[in-house]
């Protein structure tokens, strides 16, 4: 008997990756502010990019889009 294959999905393009990451309605960052801001606001595009399956190369880029 055979292994069973997984179907080929092609890989996500940033087009792709950032039009579904804006449909989470990320919360931005100004920069400012207390320290404790910053780890909830990581904290939060952590979990949508784990919701995601986001893959690494793309969240720097997400995360910079929420940046005001």
């Not at 999905?9 to 087009?15: L, S, V």
């Not at 404790?36 to 720097?60: A, K, N, S, T």
């Amino acid at each position: 008997m055979s292994p069973r294959r997984e179907p080929d999905h092609p890989a996500p393009t940033q087009a792709t990756v950032v039009a579904q990451f804006r449909d989470y309605h990320a919360e931005k960052f100004s920069g400012q502010g207390d320290p404790r801001i910053v780890d909830e606001w990581i904290q939060g595009l952590e979990f949508i990019f784990e919701v995601m399956d986001c893959p690494d190369r793309y969240r720097v880029i997400c995360a910079q889009l929420q940046l005001t």
